[in-house]
């Protein structure tokens, strides 16, 4: 199986924590050269500092907010124009708990512009180069409601859902470019996401963390919550040369929790 990414340069959102950094890690094992993005410059230096460096030995940070579209182009063109990126990872926290009739107008544009519209300048910024190279891989991290929405995410569901049509919109417009275009639907995953979505139900019902955990973990067949290893395991996976005839996919990685097929 031909997982060498060798030669390849990598572009991870949300590299800072979790499944970003994560996702970093695994890339660079297989060989990619890596930038880590995100908006906190010492984290990602860490991060960065810290990628395995045995077989590609430059590794970047790129420090940029994703709910800035025009800084985020600009920053992300100057870095590619002596960088070209043929592998995109599209990733970043999600929007507050809370039902979607009780948000507010400006809570969903807020989620539109970090996922929807950072994403698009994020391709569009990236694409000439995978163009270029007739190569690409652009792999969003989105979350399994864009199968089965989730209960008291009314945000984040309406845009994950948003992001989800847009891909399978991109996978079909770029696949005769050699470019594929998938997400990953993460389940639960031990990431500070995990932290505030546990906060916001121990809030808003009054149980104890132990139990709002014991609850969610009770609805997963695994019977546990995911490493963000084992998500970022798939995401490199769709990146190598080996998924090249994988394009306009949802793969869930959430422990066999969603009941729909």
Request: net charge neutral; hydrophobic share 50%.
């Amino acid at each position: 199986m031909d997982l060498d990414l060798t030669g390849r340069h990598a572009l991870v959102c949300g590299g800072s924590d979790g499944i970003g950094r994560a996702t970093a890690h695994e890339l660079a094992l297989l060989g990619a050269e890596v930038t880590v993005l995100a908006r906190r410059a010492d984290a990602l230096a860490q991060v960065r500092d810290a990628l395995p460096a045995e077989r590609c030995r430059t590794h970047h940070a790129l420090v940029v907010d994703m709910d800035d579209p025009g800084a985020l182009r600009a920053a992300v063109e100057m870095h590619v124009a002596a960088h070209p990126v043929q592998i995109l990872v599209n990733n970043t926290g999600g929007p507050p708990g809370g039902a979607a009739h009780a948000a507010a107008p400006e809570a969903f544009e807020s989620a539109f512009r970090r996922h929807l519209i950072g994403g698009q300048v994020l391709v569009q910024t990236v694409l000439p180069a995978m163009r270029a190279a007739r190569w690409g891989r652009i792999v969003n991290v989105v979350s399994t409601s864009v199968r089965e929405p989730i209960a008291n995410l009314g945000v984040s569901n309406t845009v994950r859902g948003a992001v989800a049509g847009w891909a399978k919109t991109l996978s079909r417009e770029l696949a005769s470019h050699g470019i594929t275009v998938n997400n990953v639907l993460p389940g639960y995953t031990r990431t500070g996401r995990i932290d505030a979505i546990v906060s916001e139900r121990v809030a808003r019902t009054g149980e104890s963390a132990e139990a709002v955990i014991a609850a969610m973990q009770a609805t997963v067949p695994a019977g546990r919550f995911a490493d963000a290893a084992e998500t970022a395991a798939a995401i490199a996976f769709l990146c190598a040369p080996a998924a090249a005839y994988i394009n306009g996919v949802s793969l869930p990685v959430d422990g066999g929790r969603m009941a729909s097929i």
